[in-house]
């Protein structure tokens, strides 16, 4: 994909992905964090749950930004 041929909504939808890459990549690292931890609390159960289906959600949402993506620039 030639950079001339992107338009700025484009730069947008990429700044986008790497907001939700880098809050998936925080959510891992508390994930790592809790899972380290030798005694998990209740608060702590829930927290990780909390955690996982928040990293879930963002990972949706980065496969609608690289699908949105494809269908402006369709494969050849």
Same mark, same amino acid.
């Given at each position: ?17 790497? !907001?939700?890459?880098?809050?998936? /990549? $925080?959510?891992?690292?508390? +994930?790592? *964090? #809790? ?18 289906? !928040?990293?879930?959600?963002?990972? /949706? $949402?980065?496969?609608?930004? +690289?699908? *949105? #993506? ?7």
């Amino acid at each position: 994909m030639a950079l001339a041929q992107r338009s700025p909504r484009d730069f947008l939808m990429d700044a986008e992905y790497q !907001k939700l890459a880098e809050q998936h /990549d $925080q959510y891992e690292a508390e +994930l790592q *964090r #809790i899972a380290k931890s030798p005694y998990l609390s209740a608060e702590d159960l829930l927290e990780e749950v909390r955690l996982k289906k !928040k990293k879930l959600q963002v990972k /949706d $949402q980065m496969a609608g930004v +690289l699908a *949105r #993506i494809q269908q402006a620039y369709p494969s050849h």
